[in-house]
């Protein structure tokens, strides 16, 4: 019996009475052996026994095994005269708190797995455990959970997150240096954010996005502190002003490409037909000749013996109207069947335009076809392909050649961006490419390696002479990126200059999104800010 009490991890100030099992329930019984209990008005102590009862109090499961404590608690005169209460139960604090039907610990637990994972969730996970609750007893839990005090806090990070994409939008404030969720707000309103700066005047710095509306929260709530533009959101809107400029390139020499392809391809498509026909096929077309050939030389001689032209149709099995006209050539007719068309001839330029844009997926190719009016197979479409293509099976002109696909634009951009030594070697050759196809893609890609140089080295000041340069490149791309650099010059030079940005605070929105999505979409505000604020 003795050792009972270290397994359960009782307090002191309990004796263990026995146990038995009831129900797949494991039920303890307990007897408060407190002495001179105090009372919970006045304080003072106590020793007159009224009378005693029974709690009944959930415990930790042990093993899987749930357990209830039968506690044996005492009631007490209060002798102090002038002390409201005359009669007081004794305290079990802190093990169990009064008027509670369950442990501190098993309370603990359950908030917890609550902000873990949630209510739905938490309910799936307790069962396992055999601790019994529901669903509204943990979300319970969790509201219950008192919030901080945010404190001094120095240096903040402002980010916006999303309830709906695209529709309703939240802000999340973390604290730069100790890492910590500070608040969560219902919008993304420069008011919201205003108001809640108002109240912290010992904000020194505010990180922020390049947005207009934390950016006119801080001027309004903060005007003391100095603001800080993210350096990701910079190089990101520098490279969303170069992806313009290099689209323009691009699809212009996407455009030459596809006319030179279809230059190149025109005699090849020519040769192709040519070849399209077996020797078969060739034969079965002389003996057909040969054959009309002898039934015009046929009527030609019946006509001289004076026959009708209607006598002479029936002797020879043709129409009337053809021995009418061949009689009036004063020749043979030769045919004038022209060469074979197939049904994917009059999609060939788009097809080769496609397959210069980077578009090598045949069943795509074959379903955008389609949805242009094709009528015909996929197989038709893969022949013909595998035909033109330079070492394909059956490809009739062995000099064929495409030309060099280009990368997307998007992928230009990143190579842009990124520092020319981290590019491989097929990398470097394409930009090596595109630098010398044109004197402005030369002159974009330096003011971007300068800009990006600029950034990493935190030299800052040097962002005056880059604007100069920019402006004089007369580049229209970068041209809308000054401006922009403008009207927020001061936090963008300081984003430049110090260590601090919108890292942590970019981890702590993806942390939230993870917390959100395990709501199911169902939680409110509220018990998505408590879960966000005492997240494990």
């Not at 689209?247 to 040519?274: N, V, Y």
């Not at 009527?299 to 099995?317: D, P, Q």
């Not at 496609?354 to 015909?376: D, F, P, S, T």
């Not at 919108?502 to 998505?528: Q, W």
Request: glycine content about 6%; overall charge positive; hydrophobic content about 40%.
């Amino acid at each position: 019996m003795r050792d009972v009490k270290p397994v359960l991890a009782l307090p002191e100030g309990f004796q263990f009475v026995g146990f038995e099992k009831r129900n797949d329930v494991l039920t303890v019984t307990l007897v408060s052996t407190q002495v001179s209990p105090c009372c919970p008005l006045c304080g003072s102590t106590a020793r007159r026994v009224h009378s005693c009862y029974t709690r009944h109090v959930a415990d930790l499961p042990c093993a899987g095994q749930s357990i209830r404590l039968l506690i044996q608690v005492r009631k007490y005169f209060c002798e102090e005269n002038a002390c409201p209460r005359k009669i007081f139960a004794e305290r079990l604090t802190p093990f169990v708190d009064p008027f509670a039907r369950v442990t501190k610990r098993l309370c603990q637990i359950v908030q917890i797995i609550g902000l873990a994972t949630g209510g739905r969730l938490g309910v799936r996970v307790t069962d396992r455990l055999g601790i019994q609750t529901s669903r509204q007893t943990i979300l319970r839990r969790i509201m219950a959970l008192p919030t901080e005090p945010v404190g001094h806090v120095p240096q903040i990070g402002i980010d916006d997150f999303s309830f709906r994409r695209g529709r309703k939008f939240g802000t999340i404030i973390v604290n730069l240096q100790t890492h910590q969720v500070l608040d969560v707000l219902a919008d993304r309103t420069a008011e919201t954010s205003a108001a809640w700066m108002t109240a912290h005047p010992e904000i020194e710095l505010v990180s922020r996005d390049r947005g207009g509306d934390y950016a006119s929260a801080a001027a309004t709530g903060a005007p003391q502190a100095v603001q800080c533009a993210d350096r990701f959101h910079i190089l990101k809107n520098l490279g969303e002003a170069v992806e313009g400029c290099l689209a323009r390139h691009l699809a212009a020499k996407r455009k030459a490409h596809s006319q030179d392809l279809l230059e190149e391809h025109q005699p090849i498509e020519q040769a192709f037909r040519a070849v399209r026909r077996s020797p078969k096929v060739e034969r079965l077309q002389q003996v057909y000749r040969e054959e009309r050939l002898a039934r015009y030389e046929q009527v030609v001689a019946l006509r001289k013996l004076g026959m009708s032209h209607a006598a002479i149709a029936e002797r020879v099995g043709r129409g009337a109207s053809t021995v009418s006209n061949w009689l009036a050539a004063g020749a043979y007719p030769e045919t004038t069947r022209g060469p074979y068309v197939s049904r994917i001839d009059p999609y060939l330029p788009y097809l080769f335009q496609r397959w210069e844009e980077g578009c090598h997926n045949m069943v795509r190719l074959h379903q955008e076809l389609v949805a242009r009016g094709y009528k015909g197979s996929y197989a038709s479409v893969r022949d013909h392909l595998v035909r033109q293509l330079p070492g394909g099976k059956k490809n009739a002109c062995k000099g064929a050649t495409l030309s060099p696909v280009l990368p997307p634009v998007r992928q230009v951009m990143f190579l842009f961006l990124r520092r020319p030594g981290d590019l491989d070697k097929e990398e470097r050759e394409t930009m090596l490419q595109l630098r010398q196809s044109h004197a402005e893609l030369d002159l974009a890609y330096d003011l971007v390696q300068e800009f990006a140089t600029m950034l990493r080295t935190r030299t800052g000041e040097n962002l005056d002479t880059w604007l100069t340069k920019a402006v004089a490149s007369q580049i229209p791309a970068f041209q809308s990126f000054v401006l922009g650099v403008e009207r927020d010059k001061a936090a963008v030079r300081a984003g430049l200059t110090r260590p601090e940005s919108n890292g942590i605070v970019e981890g702590k929105v993806n942390k939230l999104k993870l917390i959100k999505r395990m709501g199911y979409g169902r939680a409110a505000f509220p018990l998505l800010r408590q879960r966000v604020l005492h997240a494990l």
